[in-house]
């Protein structure tokens, strides 16, 4: 039996602010922080044991990760960083105001972009190596992806198409892992989790809607190391 845990990083400064953030690289805020390091008390006390790591290669996720497996005593687990586990982009979305954004839209239709399975967003029409919100410059596309294939980086994506990017890593690298007997733990993001999810949990397009994972609130699977069927599933702290 392998064990899978699956975290979402703590509150980001524009969860805090309630902005799209997406690729563009945020930091944890204070209250971020602190679910950071309870999820990794919460591992301590639920007795986990990691043999390897995998995160985003965006900060409030890799942040996430070190303070939780600091928590844990565990800061020594083997980590592999990817962009294929970054969050959704959410294209031209990225960096407006939830509220404005539906002001100007509707609600209707901003949920639909939120939440729809294969809709996308208003997409951006080039990369842009920094967005500036609210007077202060954040990191987008910089170097951290210069080994990633022109074409293959998005100007915007919906569910359907980040499952796309994040089941090749998973395939090559994770499944690899757990059916070798490997305990593994994943700091992600929202959207890229419940892609997970979706594939591990074999749920239907429409129903994947209505799956949320909390901030900072491990999800625990154990998983039969042959087929990785799901064996039991919980969440600590809920």
């Not at 982009?89 to 399975?117: C, F, M, P, T």
């Not at 920094?130 to 022109?150: H, I, L, S, W």
């Not at 059916?179 to 591990?200: E, F, T, Y």
């Not at 999800?219 to 039991?232: H, M, N, P, Q, T």
Request: hydrophobic share 40%; aromatic share 8%; net charge negative.
């Amino acid at each position: 039996m392998a064990k899978l845990v699956l975290i979402r990083h703590g509150q980001s400064e524009w969860n805090a602010l309630n902005l799209f953030n997406g690729w563009v690289d945020t930091n944890l805020s204070e209250k971020g922080i602190e679910q950071a390091k309870h999820a990794g008390q919460l591992l301590k006390e639920e007795g986990l044991v990691f043999d390897q790591a995998y995160t985003s290669v965006l900060t409030r996720a890799i942040t996430t990760l070190h303070l939780a497996l600091a928590e844990a005593g565990q800061l020594y687990v083997p980590e592999m960083k990817s962009w294929r586990l970054n969050e959704r982009h959410y294209g031209a979305l990225q960096g407006q105001n939830k509220a404005e954004a539906a002001e100007k839209w509707g609600d209707e239709q901003v949920h639909i972009w939120r939440r729809s399975y294969d809709v996308l967003p208003p997409m951006l029409d080039s990369y842009e190596k920094e967005v500036t919100v609210q007077g202060k410059t954040y990191p987008a596309f910089d170097a951290r992806y210069a080994d990633v294939p022109y074409g293959e980086l998005p100007l915007g994506e919906n569910l359907k198409v980040t499952l796309a990017r994040v089941l090749p890593f998973f395939e090559a690298h994770i499944k690899q892992d757990l059916q070798a007997g490997k305990d593994v733990v994943i700091a992600a993001h929202g959207n890229s989790l419940r892609a997970l999810v979706k594939h591990l949990e074999k749920i239907a397009d429409d129903d994947i809607l209505s799956v949320e994972i909390a901030n900072g609130q491990p999800l625990v699977y154990d998983l039969d190391e042959a087929d990785l069927s799901i064996k039991s599933k919980k969440v600590l702290g809920d």
